[in-house]
């Protein structure tokens, strides 16, 4: 990234991190990529340099239930208060239609992130050699399903985590009534 484009990619970002807190860090560069304000190496570079510059931060947050492709706790992405400083100090040179494409996707990205919290899928496995898969649907601060299943392998875990994901509604549904009872 040339040196020029530098400070025009953190404030990028700050201004993301300012419409939307707590997102994953994929999903942040999935947005910024996807804005085609910043490509991959761009991003990187921009991020790097804010968090060493402690105007943003990464980390999990204590009781994070979602899990990363390694099974540890997911680390989300927030806009520190001098992060904020900087931003509201620079926000006038960052150009309208930069900031008017990040508001308006913001509330995509923010229904994204929400949903993403609201449904969670994992698997660990168990000492038999199989795989324990936890399947989650919460709505607020109240849990609708928690699901503990046995998958025979991991390549099974694997498709019921994507399948839960993808097609929760559905499968909610389908549980639902085959458990009521009054339909008999």
């Given amino acids: 990234m040339p040196e020029t484009d530098l400070p ?3 404030l990028i970002i700050l201004y993301m991190l300012h419409q939307v807190s707590s997102i994953p860090s994929a999903d942040l560069m999935n947005w910024a990529m996807e804005s085609l304000y910043l490509d991959y190496f761009s991003f990187v570079h921009a991020k790097e340099a804010l968090v060493k ?3 943003i931060i990464e980390a999990a947050r204590k009781g994070e239930t979602r899990l990363d492709a390694a099974g540890r706790p997911m680390e989300l992405c927030d806009i520190t208060p001098e992060g904020e400083i900087i931003l509201q100090q620079l926000l006038p040179t960052l150009p309208t239609h930069v900031r008017a494409y990040f508001t308006k ?3 995509q990205w923010r229904q994204m992130v929400h949903e993403a919290a609201s449904v969670l899928a994992s698997y660990l496995p168990d000492a038999n050699g199989a795989f324990q898969v936890r399947l989650s649907l919460t709505d607020g601060a109240r849990t609708t399903a928690d699901l503990m299943l046995a998958a025979p392998n991991e390549e099974t875990a694997q498709k019921m985590c994507r399948r839960w994901k993808s097609s929760t509604a559905d499968i909610y549904t389908s549980l639902l009534s085959a458990l009521d009872t009054e339909s008999d």
Avoid: L, V, Y
Wanted: glycine share 12%.
């Fill in 8 to 10: 025009n990619g953190k």
């Fill in 53 to 55: 510059d402690r105007f």
């Fill in 105 to 107: 996707t913001a509330a």
